[in-house]
């Protein structure tokens, strides 16, 4: 990186993706400038790179899990060498979704990491007003989690109350393992995840969360509230006969354009509850404090970061 700029992963299509020089970035009113520390990946940018997301808008600037270090903030002048994590969108604040109090479906929304440069640069922008210090406690690699975090809070926000209910979480990656110990903090009675990686399952009872290789060994008692983390479409109609009757179903991952076959009536039978899950716009600070409190843990949930 020079003083004039500086190298960013920019992905231009289908495939098409590399380190190029880009001019270094200004921040404009309100914002500030921010040196990315550490970046995490989640599938979202998987389907960006390979060119399966299928409202992306090319060329972007992938990274919306990361942390940095803010290099000038005229509006915020107290967090200039501050280590941040920050809230990824502006949003348009005057259509129907906006107004009606649902700002994570706003439909002129503004997100790093994809209708603005993101992180899997060495420099970005973002609005100064979203960016949160970070405590020591938390270090830099784990606060990229934070962001997820806040997709799995919304997620069980969306499920209703859990307390008391039993809960089935089907996937054990990021978002599933950080909504299983979500609900257990909100007082489900039982929590169990479903994934057939067995290094996810070891995880998972790190974390105290019983585990199985697939959703049939639920059966018969099977969870009433469960959350759908995998991301696969085809998952969700056997999810949904996964699922006690009367229960609730919540789709957290993302799919894509993927279609599948299912039988309305399987809802309708049951009298199932369908959920969606889009963002975790608001919920960074809320996050944080988890972390900080301990209710939720992140160290586990870390791999390789690139520190010594």
């Given at each position: 990186?020079?003083?004039?700029?500086?190298?960013?992963?920019?992905?231009?299509?289908?495939?098409?993706?590399?380190?190029?020089?880009?001019?270094?970035?200004?921040?404009?009113?309100?914002?500030?400038?921010?040196?990315?520390?550490?970046?995490?990946?989640?599938?979202?940018?998987?389907?960006?790179?390979?060119?399966?997301l299928h409202d992306a808008e090319y060329?972007?600037?992938?990274?919306?899990?990361?942390?940095?270090?803010?290099?000038?903030?005229?509006?915020?002048?107290?967090?200039?060498?501050?280590?941040?994590?920050?809230?990824?969108?502006?949003?348009?604040?005057?259509?129907?979704?906006?107004?009606?109090?649902?700002?994570?479906?706003?439909?002129?929304?503004?997100?790093?990491?994809?209708?603005?440069?993101?992180?899997?640069?060495?420099?970005?922008?973002?609005?100064?007003?979203?960016?949160?210090?970070?405590?020591?406690?938390?270090?830099?690699?784990?606060?990229?989690?934070?962001?997820?975090?806040?997709?799995?809070?919304?997620?069980?926000?969306?499920?209703?109350?859990?307390?008391?209910?039993?809960?089935?979480?089907?996937?054990?990656?990021?978002?599933?393992?950080?909504?299983?110990?979500?609900?257990?903090?909100?007082?489900?009675?039982?929590?169990?995840?479903?994934?057939?990686?067995?290094?996810?399952?070891?995880?998972?009872?790190?974390?105290?969360?019983?585990?199985?290789?697939?959703?049939?060994?639920?059966?018969?008692?099977?969870?009433?509230?469960?959350?759908?983390?995998?991301?696969?479409?085809?998952?969700?109609?056997?999810?949904?006969?996964?699922?006690?009757?009367?229960?609730?179903?919540?789709?957290?991952?993302?799919?894509?354009?993927?279609?599948?076959?299912?039988?309305?009536?399987?809802?309708?039978?049951?009298?199932?509850?369908?959920?969606?899950?889009?963002?975790?716009?608001?919920?960074?600070?809320?996050?944080?404090?988890?972390?900080?409190?301990?209710?939720?843990?992140?160290?586990?949930?870390?791999?390789?970061?690139?520190?010594?």
């Amino acid at each position: 990186m020079t003083d004039d700029d500086m190298l960013a992963l920019v992905v231009r299509g289908h495939r098409d993706h590399g380190l190029e020089r880009r001019p270094r970035p200004e921040p404009g009113p309100g914002e500030a400038l921010v040196a990315t520390d550490f970046a995490a990946m989640c599938g979202t940018d998987l389907r960006l790179l390979d060119g399966t997301l299928h409202d992306a808008e090319y060329p972007v600037i992938p990274g919306h899990e990361w942390s940095g270090t803010v290099l000038a903030a005229p509006d915020r002048p107290e967090l200039v060498g501050r280590a941040v994590v920050g809230d990824n969108f502006r949003l348009c604040g005057r259509c129907p979704a906006c107004l009606a109090g649902r700002p994570n479906l706003c439909t002129d929304i503004d997100e790093v990491g994809f209708t603005r440069p993101g992180a899997f640069a060495q420099l970005f922008t973002i609005p100064a007003a979203n960016l949160v210090a970070l405590p020591p406690q938390v270090p830099g690699p784990q606060a990229c989690l934070l962001e997820p975090l806040g997709v799995a809070l919304h997620a069980v926000e969306r499920a209703g109350a859990v307390s008391g209910r039993s809960v089935g979480v089907i996937g054990a990656g990021t978002i599933g393992l950080l909504v299983a110990q979500l609900a257990r903090g909100a007082g489900a009675s039982r929590v169990r995840v479903a994934d057939p990686l067995q290094s996810r399952r070891r995880i998972a009872a790190d974390l105290g969360v019983d585990a199985d290789p697939g959703i049939e060994g639920w059966h018969p008692d099977l969870p009433e509230v469960v959350f759908d983390a995998t991301g696969a479409a085809g998952v969700f109609p056997r999810g949904l006969t996964a699922t006690a009757v009367g229960g609730v179903y919540v789709l957290v991952g993302y799919s894509g354009a993927e279609a599948v076959t299912v039988e309305p009536s399987t809802v309708m039978l049951r009298e199932l509850t369908v959920q969606g899950v889009l963002s975790g716009q608001g919920q960074l600070r809320t996050a944080l404090a988890k972390v900080v409190a301990g209710e939720v843990r992140l160290g586990p949930l870390m791999g390789h970061t690139g520190q010594p």
